[in-house]
């Protein structure tokens, strides 16, 4: 039996959906639990609750820890001026002992992503999160081109080959990820699950 992960941060609660289709998606393929956890919120609730964040998000606050008990994990983040979340990048900051011990080598990973507009920054978010889990010898796996409506001209909508995307909109267009935003995040749990699946089958087998 494979182990994975999906973790998140999520203020609106737009990635927070992303994450739990990911886990639909991983939740397809045999032999393999899933779980969904976030990471701690670093803004003051009293800030927060001005700026209308989704502070009852129902999954478990995620300890850095105890990523190195995952075969594989699915890491989820909005884009911050490019680049990757506060309250995510603090948590990865605090992985430091397992990079230590190589607790990561050989898992593998995957990220996607959430901006507010489609040139929002999806790609370097994902891209440069990529850069700490190759630090951690993570085997780091993106969406591939299978994926339906990745290539899609009938409506605006994330979708890239490094990581499944939405986009939210802003003001009276803001929306929740689409439904074929959301099939993206499934196929690429299901694809990332079926890696997982397949690796850990064969170090138990005695292969490398």
Known sequence: MANMLVLYYSSWGHVEKMAYAQAEGVAKVENVKVVVKRVAELVPPETARQFGYKLDQPAPVADPGELGDYDGILFGTPTRFGNMCAQMRNFLDQTGPLWAKNALLGKVAGVFACTQSQHGGQETTITSFHSTLLH??????????????????????????????????????????????????????????????????GRAGGKR
């Open 136 to 201: 951690h010898g993570m085997i780091v796996v993106g969406l591939p081109y299978t994926a339906p409506g990745i290539t899609t001209m009938k409506e605006v909508t994330g979708g890239t080959p490094y990581g499944a995307s939405s986009i939210t909109g802003a003001h009276d267009e803001s929306r929740m990820p689409t439904a074929l935003e959301l099939g993206m995040c499934r196929f690429q749990g299901e694809h990332v699950a079926g890696i997982v699946c397949d690796l850990v089958a």
